[in-house]
Structures are given as C-alpha cells and as structure tokens.
C-alpha cells in the first residue's frame, strides 16, 4: 500500500477542482429532483408511530427554518444531484445552527460542540457546509437579517472554515486530533448557550420532568406527564425498555459499565424531541444513584438510517444505526457524552445518550444583530476541526486553496437553497390547509 506524502495529498485536493470547479457550488437543481420534496418526506415517514406523523407535519409548518429542520431527507436527495469532489469526511449530516450546542465533557467541564449526529455518515465534505450555509441564511432572515447581511455570514462561515482547514494542514497529525477552538464563550450566542448548560444539572432536569409519585414526603420520584411530548411508559413496553440496558451495558468501557452499577432503574417516559425525529421511538430511563439527590438520566433514541445513504453507494453500510450514529459522533467530537452507546430492541436499533445533563442550545433571537455572524465563525470553525479529525485537512485545504471563491459560492448558494426552502415549506402548508378543508357538500338535484 502506497503511503501517500503530504504534497501528493495536497495535490490531490487541487485536481479535484478539475472534477468540479469552486464557482460550480452555486448550483441548485430542483427541477432534476426524481420525486417532489412532499413525496420524500412523505417516505421518510415510514415505520414511525403514526400518531405523531401529523405532530411531526405540524411542527415543520411553523416556519420555513423549522420545515429545514425535518427535511433532511429532502436537501440529501437535492446534493446528490450536484456535482461533488469526492473528498470524503465524516459528516454531520445534519449541519445547522440549532445543532450546535454546550453539554458537559466526562471530566465535567462545559464544552461547545456539534452535538446531534442522527445522519452522520462518511460522504463529500461540502454536503455539510452547503446544509450549514443554508440553515444561517434562513435563520438569519428568521432573526430579522437583510438578505446581504445573512450572506455575508455565511461568506463568514465558509471563510473561517477554510482558514481553519489550511491551519490544520499544517499541523502534526496528533495535534489535530486534540485541537481545540477557543474564545467560544466570549461569542454573545455561545455565552447563552453554555449559562443555560451551567443551570442544566441532572437536578434541574429532576425538578423539570419529574413529580412526586404521592404526597407522602420523601417518596419516590416518577415522570411528569405532558401528552403527547412526555408520556409514562409502564408494563410489557416499560420492560422492553430496561431490557435493552442489557445489550447496552455490554458495549460500555469497564469503567463506565462501573459507574452505571451504581444506579437503579425507577420510571420509564416516551419522549417527543427535536423536528426531524419526531414520530421515531424515544425512551428516557430515569435511574437513582446515591439517593433521590443523585438522578441520571438516559435516552433510548431510535436510529433509522442516515437520509444520505441512499445517495452515497461507496459508504460503508451501517449494521447497528445506533452505533453509527455514536462513532460518528466520537470521530468529529474532541469530548463526547462518557454514557453514549448503542442498543436494540426486537429489530429496531437506538442510540443511548445521556438526556439533558448540562446541555444548553442557541435561540433563533440570540443571533439578532452582530450574533449571526459571530456565530457564523464558530459554526465555520468547529465544523472544520470535526471535518480534519475525520477526513484529510491536507487534501481539503488543497481543494478550498488561499481565494475566497469557495467562501462566495457557498454564500450565493445559501441564499438559493432557502429560497427553494421556502417554495417547499409554502407548498407543505398549503397541502395541510387543503387537506384540512372539508369535502363540499354534493349538490343535490334540481325539481322539475
């Protein structure tokens, strides 16, 4: 086997803009799409709880930056169709600004990070930034951003990442693979986010999701009902619940196999989250330690698979959902949850994760004003650290090269695909007010 120099890597990455040119990132081409967006969705939809399908549909109805949020399965079908440089990293797959956020490292610090992993999956390195270019032009028109003001932070984005990427390239391997982003806390939207994650103790999230199970003082705890977004699980399905803790405990590290020993099931809840999984399977596992005072607790959270799949013949197909979502997380993550794994149930397959221990996220009106494009450098940033921890930051940085071509492109292409972004989410709500419409009454035969 060849081992390839660091110039030849380099090399690499310039011939591919023979493959595709950096102006060529500009391209959007809906009217190509195979099936409409309604249709793709619609597919997406399959094997989910049916009751909360409809949940699901009206959640993306709120908001042209909410329908982004669900419609993954939509803008991975649309980047199959542009020309790609094969340049392959691990990818979010999911790259947005709501699903960047603070949580707490294993040696309990608070760290900010890209912390959702659903569509993670190894494919061309622009497929990210191309969804994350798109996600801050609509969350910029969101927060009341002019059109030039939200291109400009993607130009941001896109520029801190490149620069970034070309540090990278020159750095030790191993420096790399620890490198850390610094003066996060003193960007405005990340300040929020990591003083929410501080106020996220397993505490404050007894106090949120849990009440007394009787007015006896001092009595057990159980999950506080809120149908349909937190429902008590109990019986057969509350114990096939607790049983996938088994296979779980199994793929732990020793020690966190240790730790959990000291912890006691007590209640089981279904719960409703995010956009883009609402209608997938989500269990939480409530667990006592050292006494009501010590909570833990633990998401069971149903993993189909990545929307890209279909789209990327050369992956490496997933056996276990689950633990493709859990290793992607670990390979673009410099500090990933000490309790995240993976289980099953029957034939379904479920990341685990903890639930809400020090997490805190960015609101839409935390990137009103100077926000956007602050965050904007930071999303830029992160995504390129997780990019070269899990691709080549060699052969990126020889694509991307030392202009601003790239950076310009995706602010153009940004700007477009929220355009079509919203021509969807327009065509969605007016299919659901259709549908909503009662059939006319039939009319009824005149009288001779």
């Avoid at 500009?26 to 709880?49: F, N, W, Y």
């Avoid at 300040?191 to 996220?200: F, G, N, S, T, V």
């Avoid at 109990?234 to 096939?240: E, I, M, P, S, V």
């Avoid at 292409?413 to 007016?430: C, I, K, N």
Wanted: aromatic share 8%; with cysteine; hydrophobic share 40%.
């Amino acid at each position: 086997m060849h081992w390839a120099t660091p110039e030849e890597r380099r090399n690499l990455g310039q011939a591919r803009r023979k493959q595709v040119g950096r102006q060529q990132h500009i391209e959007i081409h809906p009217k190509a799409r195979k099936l409409p967006a309604a249709a793709l969705l619609s597919r997406s939809m399959q094997g989910r709880v049916p009751a909360l399908i409809k949940l699901k549909y009206e959640f993306m109805a709120q908001s042209p930056f909410r329908y982004f949020r669900g419609a993954a399965p939509v803008m991975a079908a649309d980047l199959a169709l542009l020309p790609s440089t094969g340049i392959i990293s691990q990818l979010c797959g999911d790259a947005h600004v709501r699903n960047l956020g603070a949580y707490a490292a294993p040696d309990g610090r608070l760290v900010f990070d890209i912390n959702d992993f659903d569509e993670t999956i190894r494919g061309p390195f622009e497929w990210d930034l191309k969804r994350m270019a798109a996600s801050i032009t609509l969350s910029g028109r969101a927060s009341g951003h002019k059109d030039s003001s939200a291109r400009q932070a993607v130009e941001t984005c896109i520029a801190h990442y490149s620069a970034q990427m070309r540090a990278f390239a020159e750095m030790p391997a191993l420096e790399v693979a620890r490198a850390q982003v610094h003066r996060l806390g003193q960007v405005a939207p990340i300040h929020e986010a990591l003083l929410k994650a501080e106020r996220a103790t397993p505490q404050h999230t007894l106090d949120l999701l849990t009440e007394p199970s009787s007015a006896k003082p001092g009595g057990a705890r159980r999950f506080k009902e809120a149908k349909p977004l937190l429902t008590r699980v109990t019986g057969a399905q509350a114990a096939a619940v607790l049983a996938s803790l088994a296979p779980y405990r199994q793929m732990l590290e020793p020690e966190r196999q240790h730790l959990l020993s000291f912890y006691r099931p007590v209640d089981v809840a279904f719960k409703v989250v995010g956009t883009g999984s609402v209608g997938l399977r989500d269990y939480c596992v409530y667990f006592e330690g050292n006494g009501p005072a010590d909570p833990l607790f633990l998401q069971i959270k149903e993993e189909p698979a990545s929307a890209y799949a279909p789209y990327l013949p050369d992956a490496q197909p997933a056996a276990h959902n689950g633990q493709r979502t859990a290793e992607g997380q670990r390979a673009m993550q410099t500090q990933s949850d000490p309790f995240l794994g993976w289980t099953h149930m029957g034939a379904r397959q479920f990341l685990v994760r903890q639930l809400n221990d020090h997490k805190g996220s960015i609101e839409l009106e935390d990137l009103a004003g100077g926000g956007l494009e602050a965050y904007a450098e930071v999303c830029g940033e992160l995504l390129a650290r997780g990019h070269a921890r899990s691709g080549d930051p060699l052969v990126i940085a020889g694509y991307l090269g030392s202009s601003d071509g790239f950076a310009e492109a995706l602010g153009k292409f940004g700007a477009l695909y929220a355009d079509q972004t919203e021509s969807d989410w327009r065509d969605l709500v007016r299919s659901r007010k259709t549908a909503s419409k009662p059939a006319p009454k039939p009319k009824t035969a005149k009288k001779a």
